[in-house]
């Protein structure tokens, strides 16, 4: 059976926008940072399919979506060392407990 | 050295010595703006005597003592200065305030330097608004001269002073902001294709491109945010609160001088760049300006508060300034710059009186002084003065200015503007009712309260203002010819422009 | 391609050797010596900005990865400078007890999210700016969270980060969506591709968030106020000047070189945005208390007067933008500079505690307000003339109502700035601020910045220099 | 002649002079200037009137001279005020009068006003009065004259309330200037109307008789009348103001408040009769181009002086009686002047109205003087704390007698040759109107008499101490007023004074004269009758007539009107919604503005909830809006 760009771009969105309900609506802030990564991944993949389907003859996507996963390793350390900061000072990652600061 | 650039570099250099000097070292201090005010004075009439010489020599150009430097030359922005005959009297007016200003402020409570730092900003600002050919540079003086008030009736002023200072702070932003948009409408239309843009109004004079579809947008823009300043009804509540908190000396200069700025302006930018625009809707500003003359008096009559009272009067007078300026005639115009003199003589001697009044008595509130003319017969009989020359008393100098705006006025036959020139007229009597029944009450009849009884008169410094001040408003007021002609002269580029 | 390519790179390069050098000082010098990595950091900081002062020729590297442009070389410098002050008034905090340790990083990471800006300065590839907008902004979390035992730090620094993310991850979701549509993600490739299809506009939807995001528009702004409420005082200098300013330059770029063909629907989104980002923000900042909270607001608004330059697409806003970014920058680093040794010397950051300050710190108040009334816009001050050039920029494309907005705007901005003034003026405080004297690099700095100030405004040059070499649409 | 500058210039250089150095100089030496100034300026108008009145007539005519002019103010190419002198008939009687009154008054005050707070004062302000009163007659335009007659008003306001301590000098000096002013109102418009269709100030030009002059304003209509008409009819409104036509009359007899020689001076002989003076200066152009507006001023003047006769009959302070028989007189001057036609026999109105102007001025000036020392002699202003002064007061009794019997109409008085011209001149307008003036010539010599017997004869009442006469310098005035008085009757006015500029030969009407003396002589016997001794009849007559006898007590409302007028409605029902106003809609508006600011500001807090998942919402929600707004509506 032959795959098309559709299925892949399919498949992406679902994660994107999953990435986007996971990200408003889980109540644990790493949660949050995993929703973040469904989002990431889903942006990844887009630039692989369409490198591949569309622009096979270049590398722009495939280099790009490499180099968006090394970033999104960074914010992830970045994020979970923030966390666990957070961790120590209140002693939970709920992410309605982040509400110090507002108005 | 251009001789009108010392009219800014003379306070800014007064400024810069106040900075230098100890804040404690009153005698330093006074010395230095005692020094600045004088020079700025003799510098002004200086220049009147220069200026009238050139005139006499045979000099026509528009503009004299011209200079030109090039500032911010990818906008075509120059540092460019020139005055002709209106530009010359209102920088006399603003050193003649700002001299007598210094010496009614010769006793500051506390924080006297600062006082004056401020003090002389705001006089960097009305100096260089004056002499400026460039919208930009002028603009920017405008507001160079508005926000030291803030500070100046916040700190130093009295009453409500700090919801006085922000309301007339941000009233008067207001009206810069129309402005600002009126002045870059003016710019980005301000030459023909292929030339280059020009900020010069002089120039833009000349051109006259500007299309009429949008000289009637930019014409009540640019005419409202300096009428903002020039106490245009309704945007005239800053002035009352403002200058009823204010201390003395400014209450003399933001009266004597800022609120000129505002016809000035319109007058200079507004109606002088854009005249087809001002012919098709000056019928609007003049219901406006109409109203504001009766509409202050008549406020005017039943405030309590000596201030506030002077203050309405103010927008009366003003109101009469801006009136004249859409009459768009020689005479009704060459009247409404004597008035912006004259009243900017009187109400700075008003406010002069009023701050050395309330300085002994230590109220404004008129129903708790009274016959006070027994106790200080010299600042009693000035205030009767002022009065007089406010009410229209000739041989003062609001007659004049009256005489010619309604003169001029009358000469527009259609029955629109008969009739707001009838209800302006009618000011001469309202105001009568208000002066007189300050009059009657503040200084007539007996003492109310027994300690005004141990008031002191006026002091030599106080004298000496008050004196230098009365001694020009019945100098326009005895021989006004020549200020007329002055004036008159410099109105033909104007009307030049206005009949197309 | 050869290595001389990376001769183009030597502002980067200067800067990473001034990083490489902090670096190994900050591991290697002893305790002792370490003492001075303020002033090192300072003059080495000075010395990469004064060599790399003047603007080199245009010049593409690597493939057109590397883009170099004169006036892309003059923002780097007033980054660069800006930094350089923020680094002389971080001396103060860097030395309080908890901190003193780990001085050495916080100069290393904010050079490091210098070095982003850089990048994405000089980017010529969707890439190289996605590498320099992350470098740029995830370092900046762990400034934010630098007081880790504060919780604000910590909670200010998890907003940031999670909604930065977020933000990247639209944007990166609009930028794959461009590269589907146009097959390539060089800037000087994409402009051909852009016809204006429905996919491409939502494209550049989701691509604007990013830099909105960074520029802290409306209504991408509300990590914003919590951000720099919590943030080390130094750090939310640096936040609010040197990203913001960089941010906004890239976007100008940007919509300029790359989304020129949609030129159309971006001036109808900013049209909005600039108002919605002034109007609201300054409704926000009338109440504000906490004066760190109420220049997050004000730097808001700011953010909004900054894309007036932006809107017309013309070489007079590209000038007006550097130039308003500079006097910003001081402007805003003179205000920071103050809060900052206030807050360092007595703890106290609520607008109400700055009520008699004129009284105990003369010199502090006056140049506060000075900055304020650099902020406000009003003259002689330098603020007066980046307004009126950016107003005169968008007014130039006929964007007359927009400008009248955001005039009026000034009127409220007006109201909060004098809100500051009237407290350290006018207002009389029981407990007033004790009287200090500052630092040595805090005096130099704040110095420098009324002298900006003061000055900028009135010496046409830097801004006709900086004119040279703008270009327009 | 142009030494007659000095007349001029003298009195202003005394005033400051008086006015600079005021309390520094000792109170005599400064009376002494003063009077000593006035006394050459009276020499001077006096040789100046000689010359004048002996230069020989072109074609008959006295000519009228331009001593100079100075251009003062220019408003157009064609309007522009000049200050200068003009000598004509009226002008040179006028200074003679001016300068007559004002030196008596002078010498007067020196002892009347002796030891009083302020002298030096009182005689700066007295001689800015006749600065500013000589200034106006002698304009030559009229805006010259509008100029000094609004300086005369100041002088007036000045001097009214002189006395600033007293509450009613105060009000009564405001009231004065107040409703003057509104009169001038009238007359600068009627002055901008008049010289916007003439393009002139000036009397020469206007007095020309040249018909082409009008003929810009001719078929320009307002409201049913010719533009032309209410020129000079608003401009006669400024003369009905000054003059105390009524119903602008209420101000005069409230400036009684002021120092009696000060109402002697102003309020009596002078400044009052500008009014007439007014009409008189512009009268070609009232004769021939606004006829009607003749006929309302002889309206005007005839229903104010029956109405001020008749207030005159009730009032018991003695300077409210003089007040008001100077306002009926000077209606009768106004009547005059109204039906007078122009030239020869037709001229004979204008001429009377100057004679009675100048022959009132001497005799009522003489009258105030005399109450002066009356009320000088026993401190009170009411009839009722008089009676039997005349042994105590013989100089003063036998002025004042002269003068009543001259204001009366009695022959060989002054008063009886002037008004006598009046009458006739009446009579020939109109029977009807003459009789009225004739009925209101008695009511006169009624009121006088009434005056009269009150304040010399009758019972006297308890003084606290014994009344006496004057001072010299109080009686001197007196008696040369009285010794004028006697024999101005005699002087061939008409000879000086016309409407043409002719000579006029006054005859007089022996049917109206004998007629009038009648009518005096009855109103006369019957004042004997009920005021020499003390008798019930006039409270009989006033109980029962009460409300008539309290209307006119009252001045028949007028007052208490114009308070309404002024309080009710300007105060409180203009002024103070308007400042109400503007505190509340238009100042409200603006702090509406910033309240709403704080409220919006408020009110958006919830939108920063502090939860960062709530920020990432908007983030998405605006990046969604911002797409569907450019993929739709772009």
């Known amino acids: 059976m032959e795959i098309h760009m559709e299925y892949y771009l399919v498949i992406s969105t679902i994660m994107f926008f999953a990435g986007i309900y996971g990200f408003i609506t889980r109540r644990n802030l790493l949660a949050i940072l995993i929703s973040i990564e469904l989002i990431l991944n889903s942006v990844d993949m887009n630039f692989v399919v369409f490198n591949r389907y569309l622009f096979p003859e270049q590398m722009e996507g495939l280099f790009f979506s490499l180099f968006a996963i090394g970033i999104s390793a960074c914010e992830t350390a970045v994020a979970i060392a923030i966390i666990i900061n957070i961790y120590r000072n209140i002693r939970n990652i709920q992410a309605k407990n982040l509400n110090q600061l507002k108005d | 050295m251009n001789i009108l650039s010392l009219f800014v570099l003379i306070p800014v250099l007064t400024l810069c010595g106040l900075l230098l000097c100890k804040g404690d070292n009153i005698r330093q201090i006074r010395t230095i703006v005692a020094t600045g005010a004088s020079l700025l004075l003799v510098l002004a009439v200086g220049l009147v005597i220069a200026f009238l010489n050139e005139r006499a020599g045979g000099n026509n150009a528009d503009m004299l003592f011209t200079a030109n430097a090039v500032w911010y030359e990818p906008l075509n922005i120059h540092y460019s200065v020139g005055v002709d005959g209106i530009s010359v009297l209102m920088l006399l007016l603003s050193a003649i305030i700002v001299f007598t200003g210094t010496f009614a402020s010769w006793k500051m409570p506390f924080q006297q330097k600062e006082y004056f730092i401020w003090f002389y900003l705001l006089s960097v600002g009305v100096f260089g608004f004056f002499i400026s050919l460039d919208l930009f540079t002028m603009f920017m003086f405008y507001e160079v001269a508005l926000i030291p008030m803030y500070l100046l009736i916040g700190v130093w002023g009295s009453g409500k002073k700090e919801y006085a200072a922000m309301k007339l702070t941000l009233m008067l932003m207001g009206g810069s902001a129309l402005l600002l948009v009126g002045i870059l409408g003016i710019y980005f239309h301000s030459a023909g294709a292929g030339s280059p843009l020009t900020m010069n109004i002089t120039e833009i004079a000349k051109s006259s491109v500007m299309p009429v579809e949008l000289q009637r947008w930019f014409f009540p823009l640019t005419f409202i945010g300096f009428g903002v300043l020039g106490a245009l009804f309704p945007f005239h509540t800053w002035s009352p609160d403002g200058h009823a908190s204010a201390p003395t000396a400014v209450s003399m200069l933001h009266a004597g001088v800022l609120m000129k700025l505002g016809g000035y302006g319109c007058f200079r930018v507004a109606i002088f760049l854009m005249p087809e625009a001002a012919r098709e809707l000056s019928w609007i500003f003049i219901i406006l300006t109409g109203v504001s003359v009766v509409y202050g008096a008549y406020s005017a009559i039943v405030q309590t508060d000596l201030k506030y009272i002077n203050a309405y009067s103010s927008v009366s007078h003003c109101g009469l300034v801006l009136f004249a300026i859409l009459m768009l005639n020689q005479t009704a115009m060459t009247g409404a710059v004597l008035q912006m003199l004259s009243h900017g003589l009187m109400t700075a001697l008003f406010f002069a009186l009023i701050g050395m009044i309330y300085g002994r008595t230590h109220t404004r509130d008129i129903r708790e002084m009274g016959g006070l003319m027994k106790v200080i017969p010299f600042l009693g009989a000035c205030y009767v003065i002022a009065g007089l020359a406010s009410l229209g008393l000739p041989g003062l100098s609001g007659f004049v200015a009256e005489m010619s705006v309604f003169v001029g006025a009358f000469q527009e036959t259609d029955t629109f503007h008969r009739i707001f020139t009838i209800i302006a007229c009618t000011s001469i009597v309202i105001t009568a009712v208000y002066i007189l029944r300050v009059v009657g009450k503040l200084l007539y009849g007996g003492i109310v309260n027994e300690h005004h009884l141990e008031l002191t008169d006026a002091v030599w410094y106080e004298r000496f203002s008050v004196i230098v001040l009365i001694v020009a408003i019945a100098g326009i007021g005895l021989a006004p010819l020549w200020l007329s002609n002055v004036i008159q002269d410099s109105l033909v580029p104007v009307l030049n422009q206005l009949n197309f | 391609m050869g290595y001389a390519n990376f001769l183009y790179m030597k502002e980067e390069l200067s800067l990473v050797a001034v990083i490489v050098i902090l670096l190994l000082y900050d591991i290697f010098g002893s305790q002792k010596s370490l003492r001075y990595f303020q002033p090192v950091a300072c003059v080495l900081l000075l010395v990469h900005t004064l060599v790399n002062l003047l603007p080199s020729g245009e010049a593409v590297a690597f493939g057109g990865m590397y883009h170099n442009t004169p006036i892309g070389n003059i923002v780097k410098s007033i980054l660069s400078f800006g930094t350089l002050l923020v680094f002389m008034q971080a001396g103060n905090w860097l030395q309080s007890e908890k901190i003193i340790i780990r001085r050495g990083e916080f100069y290393v990471v904010t050079l490091s999210t210098l070095l982003g800006m850089y990048f994405m300065i000089s980017a010529g590839h969707f890439l190289m700016y996605f590498i320099g907008i992350e470098l740029a902004s995830i370092p900046t979390a762990t400034l934010v969270a630098y007081d880790k035992y504060r919780n604000k730090s910590a909670e200010a620094a998890a907003k940031y980060i999670l909604s930065a993310v977020f933000a990247s991850g639209l944007s990166l979701y609009g930028l794959s969506l461009i590269y589907g549509t146009t097959g390539s993600l060089y800037f000087t490739d994409v402009p051909a591709k852009l016809d204006g299809s429905p996919i491409q506009l939502m494209a550049f939807a989701f691509f604007f968030v990013g830099l909105g995001f960074k520029l802290s528009l409306v209504p991408f702004h509300q990590w914003t106020p919590d951000t720099y409420e919590g943030a080390p005082t130094s750090v939310t200098a640096y936040l609010s000047v040197i990203s913001k300013g960089s941010a906004a330059f890239v976007l100008m770029a940007l919509l300029f070189k790359v989304f020129a063909p949609l030129v159309k629907e971006w001036q109808a989104i900013l049209y909005g945005i600039i108002i919605l980002t002034i109007t609201l923000a300054n409704i926000f900042a009338i109440r504000q208390q906490n004066i760190k909270r109420f220049f997050a607001y004000s730097s808001i608004s700011q953010a909004g007067y900054i894309m007036l330059g932006v809107i017309g697409g013309n070489a007079l806003g590209m000038t007006g933008l550097v130039y308003y970014v500079l006097v910003y920058m001081l402007s805003n680093l003179a205000a920071f500079g103050v809060i900052s040794i206030v807050e360092h010397r007595s703890g106290k950051v609520t607008i109400d505690d700055y009520n008699g300050l004129y009284a105990t710190n003369p010199r502090l108040s006056v140049v506060m307000m000075l900055a304020l009334f650099s902020l406000a816009g009003i003259p002689p001050f330098a603020g007066f003339f980046s307004k009126f050039f950016i107003f005169a920029a968008a007014a130039e494309q006929g964007f007359y109502v927009l400008v009248f907005i955001a005039l009026l705007n000034t009127i409220i901005s007006l109201y909060y700035y004098l809100r500051i003034v009237k407290a350290m003026f006018i207002n009389k405080s029981d407990a007033p601020i004790a009287g200090f004297t500052s630092d040595a690099y805090t005096r130099v700095s704040l110095l420098v910045c009324s002298l900006g100030i003061l000055l900028l405004g009135i010496a046409s040059c830097v801004y006709e220099n900086i004119g040279r070499f703008s270009f327009g649409m | ?634």
Not at chain 4, 197 to 212: H, K, R
Not at chain 4, 237 to 252: D, E, N, R, Y
Request: one cysteine or more; charged letters at 10%.
């Open chain 4, 1 to 634: 002649m142009e030494y007659s500058v000095l007349i001029l210039l003298l009195p202003f250089l005394s005033f400051i002079a008086l006015g600079l150095l005021g309390t520094k100089l000792k109170p005599v030496v400064a009376g002494s200037i003063g009077t000593a100034v006035l006394g050459i300026c009276a020499l001077l108008a006096y040789a100046t009137a000689a010359t004048y009145f002996s230069m020989p007539r072109m074609d008959g005519v006295r000519e009228a001279i331009t001593l100079f002019t100075v251009e003062w103010l220019r408003f157009t190419d064609t309007l522009s005020i000049e200050l200068g002198i003009l000598l004509d008939p009226i002008s040179v009687m006028m200074l003679v009068v001016i300068t007559t009154v004002s030196l008596m008054v002078h010498i007067y005050s020196l002892g009347y006003m002796h030891g009083e707070r302020g002298f030096q004062r009182y005689y700066s302000f007295l001689s800015l009065f006749t600065f500013s009163m000589l200034g106006l007659v002698v304009a030559t335009n009229i805006f010259q004259m509008y100029i000094f007659w609004e300086l005369v008003g100041v002088s007036s306001y000045l001097l009214i309330g002189f006395y600033y301590t007293k509450p009613e000098a105060v009000a009564a000096s405001k009231k004065a200037f107040i409703v003057t002013r509104f009169a001038d109102l009238g007359f600068l418009i009627g002055i901008l109307i008049l010289s916007y269709y003439t393009n002139t100030f000036s009397f020469d030009v206007l007095n020309a008789g040249d018909a082409s002059l009008f003929s810009k304003a001719a078929g320009t209509t307002f409201m049913g009348c010719s533009v032309m008409s209410w020129a000079m009819a608003l401009i006669f409104m400024g003369g009905a103001g000054k003059s105390a036509m009524f119903p602008l009359h209420i101000w005069l007899p409230d400036a009684m408040e002021g120092p009696t020689p000060v109402s002697a001076l102003i309020h009596a002989a002078t400044m009052v009769v500008a009014g007439v003076y007014l009409v008189a200066r512009l009268f070609p152009v009232y004769s021939m181009e606004t006829p009607e507006v003749l006929v309302l001023i002889a309206v005007v003047g005839a229903f104010t002086a029956l109405y001020a006769a008749v207030v005159a009959c009730v009032q018991t302070d003695i300077k409210r009686v003089l007040a008001f028989s100077t306002i009926s007189q000077i209606g009768f001057m106004m009547v005059s002047l109204g039906v007078s036609g122009m030239g020869g026999h037709e001229g004979l109105g204008y001429m009377a109205s100057m004679f009675h102007l100048f022959t009132h001025a001497m005799f009522k000036a003489l009258l105030f003087l005399c109450a002066g020392a009356i009320i000088h002699a026993v401190h009170s202003n009411e009839m009722s704390h008089m009676g039997g002064l005349r042994k105590y007061m013989p100089v003063t009794h036998v002025t004042f007698l002269i003068a009543c019997l001259a204001i009366a109409g009695i022959p060989p008085f002054s008063g009886f040759f002037s008004k006598d011209e009046i009458l006739a001149a009446t009579f020939e307008f109109s029977p009807v109107l003459g009789v009225v003036m004739s009925f209101i010539a008695g009511l006169t010599a009624f009121y006088m008499f009434r005056l009269y017997y009150n304040i010399f004869w009758g019972e006297e009442s308890r003084h606290e101490h014994t009344p006496h006469e004057a001072p010299k310098s109080m009686t001197m005035p007196l008696v040369f007023l009285a010794a004028v008085t006697v024999v101005a009757g005699f002087i061939p006015f008409g000879h000086f004074v016309s409407s043409d500029g002719t000579a006029y030969t006054i005859h007089l009407n022996w049917a109206v004269a004998g007629a009038s003396v009648v009518v005096a002589v009855v109103a006369i016997a019957i004042a004997t009758a009920l005021y020499r001794k003390k008798s019930p009849v006039p409270d009989r007559m006033a109980a029962a007539m009460p409300g008539l006898h309290h209307a006119a007590f009252r001045r028949f409302y007028m007052d208490e009107l114009y308070l309404f007028i002024t309080k009710r409605i300007i105060f409180n029902c203009v002024s103070r919604p308007i400042a109400w106003f503007d505190r509340h809609v238009i100042d409200g508006f603006f702090n509406g503005l910033a309240y709403l600011s704080q409220r919006a500001s408020y009110a958006v807090r919830v939108i920063q909830s502090g939860q960062v998942q709530q920020y990432a919402y908007v983030i998405l929600l605006g990046t969604v809006v911002i797409a569907a707004l450019v993929l739709w509506l772009l």
